[in-house]
């Protein structure tokens, strides 16, 4: 089988041990859809290097991996990363059905650029900036959502909700986060500390809560929806945020002070969320 001679699968490698050409230990790989692994976290790191003694790009890229997501953090689930240098023969295959493969349009990419969780960061400071979040959303999406990104189902206009349906006899709120946003890790324990019924419209009612994390996938068109929806005004245009049918709270400390109050008022029907059948 032939090989792709830049790549490294940090699951299994330390630092250390990288792949390097035909120097060092390589994985049998081929550039094809088998390099998608559906139950792995993965991330494709591109990179243009044409001196073959120079590894400036993969040694970055590392020192990158080293400092924002050590091996540690990294380590806490299932991933397949890999640096690929375009200009090699397979490295450029590779690329192309990755681009392909996630719809991106190779005319507004540029390198060096990392694919991961149906993202494009490029350029390193952009990578350095967001490989954590984006690391640990796409850990999300596979292994507590379980609703990893596809373009291919990605839903748009009128279908952008059509995923997440409300019944109509419990109470639903709609909980918009960030994973590094300092509000949210403030509002988590309040949010997961909500009972499990609430008392609403006369009886007690089961509480629905959907969380929508705004860096997964297009979220960010679902929370542009919202707030058009809801005419929020720019100032309360942030995460953390909690919508009810009928109303929202914004930022962490109006959460914290009138969600158990606002939840067990929400009533009516939902001008975006579909009802159940």
């Not at 609430?198 to 509480?207: D, T």
């Amino acid at each position: 089988m032939k090989t792709l001679s830049i790549m490294v699968l940090l699951m299994s490698l330390s630092f250390p041990a990288f792949a390097r050409g035909n120097r060092a230990a390589e994985v049998p790989i081929t550039p094809s859809e088998e390099n998608i692994l559906p139950e792995v976290i993965n991330a494709y790191f591109f990179y243009e290097e044409l001196c073959s003694l120079c590894r400036d790009d993969e040694e970055r890229f590392i020192a990158i991996l080293q400092d924002q997501l050590p091996f540690e953090e990294r380590n806490r689930y299932p991933n397949n990363i890999q640096m690929v240098n375009i200009y090699e023969q397979f490295g450029r295959q590779f690329y192309l059905n990755i681009t392909e493969e996630f719809g991106l349009d190779r005319e507004l990419l540029h390198t060096p650029l990392l694919v991961l969780g149906g993202r494009v960061y490029q350029g390193y400071e952009s990578i350095s900036e967001n490989i954590y979040e984006a690391y640990f959303t796409a850990a999300e999406d596979l292994h507590v959502n379980q609703r990893p990104y596809n373009h291919r189902t990605r839903k748009t206009g009128g279908n952008l909700f059509d995923d997440y349906p409300v019944n109509p006899e419990h109470v639903t709120m709609l909980y918009f986060y960030r994973i590094v946003c300092p509000g949210c890790i403030e509002v988590n324990p309040i949010i997961e500390a909500l009972p499990k019924t609430v008392f609403a419209n006369g009886r007690e009612r089961p509480l629905d809560i959907i969380r929508i994390n705004t860096r997964s996938g297009n979220n960010s068109e679902r929370i542009a929806a919202f707030f058009e929806a809801w005419q929020v005004p720019n100032a309360d245009r942030i995460v953390p945020i909690v919508f009810f049918s009928d109303s929202y709270l914004a930022g962490a400390e109006a959460i914290a002070s009138e969600i158990n109050q606002r939840v067990s008022a929400s009533s009516g029907t939902w001008r975006l969320l579909p009802a159940t059948q």
